[in-house]
């Protein structure tokens, strides 16, 4: 009997619903289902002809940009020789001002025959990364004679001198570090910070003034704020002279604001090592500052040294950790033992000749003083260093700037003398200003510096006169 009750009550209650309710709920439903059921036979019956018709649509972005036809780069100049004090390019034989053969080690004979020697023993590749089997004894013994030249604890090679800075700095600092860098580092750092992925601050060019104040700001005003910010890494990242600029960095001033805000200071000296000091060990031998007082010495085999590769030297705890966490040294195949055996004649050279360095400087500075008697250029390079950027004494915009310059590079190649203007990538943080690129190296006389300034100082009159009309 309950339940033929609750059968009449659920009757009496669908009575009550208005039969125009009723009706409004079945059309939804039946709308719903023609819908989806239109929609699969569509679907189903149309795809192939959707498909061709998307693909006609579809216009793939090209794989990389335009380029215009006269770009530098699709435009390279031809080397038919040797390269080392003489060069011949696009035909012309030429002083060469152009590679950073500072100490012209490029054309030694004694290097030459320890290459040659070492490719008779070992033949000509390591066959892997330094942590399978790619270790070879003079791999070791190039790595001591760093860390002896330097006088640190430890050294590390690396295969290629891009990716010795690129591979150390992300192997130390790390997302959510505060990275100090100054505005004007070569690429080779900038992509060594990109893969850190830290937080970076850039200050201007050697502007120690400008580094206290963002440390005041990021660092000295945090203190107070949260103990969890005090305890964060921080790190100051410059080079011992700078690759776009040729200025030496203040590295008193520097090391002097690392401890005081405790940062970790790492150096590139790529083009210091070799070139400044008295017997060329660098920027601290330069200052004669401790070189405990660095963090981390970084450079490349490929200038100086004139051979293939890179190096780190510091610590024993600090180069140590390099060897599991450094990407280009674990899985890069290893330096060829012919190049590790020029490093280190290189480095016997540099240990035994000191009078190279004296040599060096003594161009450097006659270079230095010779172009500022040429009005139409300036430049703000150190004397001492061996790397020297000429600026046109007006500053215009930057194409016809670079334009300028590049006639006057080309007018002297046809004059005998090789000098170029830097290539930068479009992928640089900051873009440099157009400039000539001047490499002094210790192979250079008197007779040759006096023709370089009487070749650019010509050169440059006769295309600048000609813009003028």
């Known amino acids: 009997m309950s339940s033929k009750f609750v059968f009449l009550e659920s009757m009496d209650i669908l009575s009550t619903i208005p039969q125009y309710h009723t009706i409004l709920v079945a059309f939804t439903v039946l709308w719903i289902a023609w819908f989806f059921a239109k929609r699969r036979y569509q679907s189903e019956d149309n795809t192939a002809d959707e498909f061709e018709r998307r693909l006609e649509q579809w216009t793939p972005e090209p794989l990389v940009p335009e380029v215009q036809k006269d770009h530098p780069f699709l435009n390279p100049k031809k080397v038919t020789s040797r390269i080392g004090k003489r060069i011949n390019v696009n035909g012309h034989d030429c002083l060469n001002l152009g590679t950073h053969n500072y100490l012209g080690l490029t054309e030694n004979a004694d290097i030459e025959k320890k290459a040659v020697d070492s490719i008779q023993k070992y033949g000509v590749g390591s066959c892997g990364p330094r942590g399978f089997y790619g270790t070879v004894d003079v791999h070791l013994e190039l790595e001591e ?96 002279i700078y690759m776009n600029t040729g200025m030496v960095c203040p590295l008193p001033q520097l090391v002097a604001l690392s401890r005081k805000y405790k940062l970790r200071i790492f150096v590139d000296e790529s083009i210091s090592i070799g070139t400044v000091g008295a017997t060329g060990r660098g920027v601290t031998e330069h200052f004669n500052v401790p070189r405990h007082e660095i963090d981390m010495i970084m450079g490349s085999l490929e200038l100086t040294i004139g051979s293939i590769g890179g190096f780190c ?49 003594n161009n450097c500075m006659k270079f230095d003083e010779g172009i500022k008697n040429i009005n139409l ?39 005998g003398l090789m000098v170029i203007t830097p290539a930068y990538l479009d992928a640089e943080k900051k873009r440099p200003r157009p400039s000539l690129r001047v490499c002094i190296s210790a192979a250079l006389d008197t007779n040759d510096i006096n023709f370089a300034l009487t070749t650019l100082k010509s050169c440059a009159t006769q295309i600048l006169s000609y813009s003028v009309q």
Do not use: W
């Open 313 to 361: 030297v510091g610590s024993s705890f600090v180069i140590e950790h390099q060897r599991l966490s450094g990407l280009g040294y674990c899985f890069s195949a290893s330096l060829p033992p012919l190049l590790t055996s020029a490093a280190i004649a290189s480095l016997e050279i540099m240990e035994n000749k000191p009078e190279l360095f004296s040599a060096l400087k």
């Open 145 to 240: 004679r760093l860390a002896q030249f330097m006088q640190m604890e430890e050294a590390i090679v690396y295969s290629y001198g891009f990716s010795t800075i690129a591979s150390a700095i992300p192997a130390y600092c790390k997302r959510n570090d505060l990275v100090f860098v100054d505005e004007q580092v070569n690429f080779s750092i900038q992509k060594g910070l990109d893969a850190a992925r830290s937080n970076i601050k850039y200050f201007k060019h050697n502007d120690v003034k400008d580094l206290e104040n963002l440390l005041e700001t990021y660092v000295g005003s945090t203190k107070v704020k949260s103990n969890k910010v005090e305890r964060r890494r921080k790190f100051l990242i410059v080079e011992g």
């Open 377 to 415: 250029f300036e430049c703000t390079s150190d004397s001492e260093s061996p790397v020297k950027h000429l600026y046109l004494k007006e500053q215009m915009d930057h194409n016809k700037e670079l334009k300028l310059l590049q006639e006057i590079s080309n007018k002297c190649i046809e004059n």
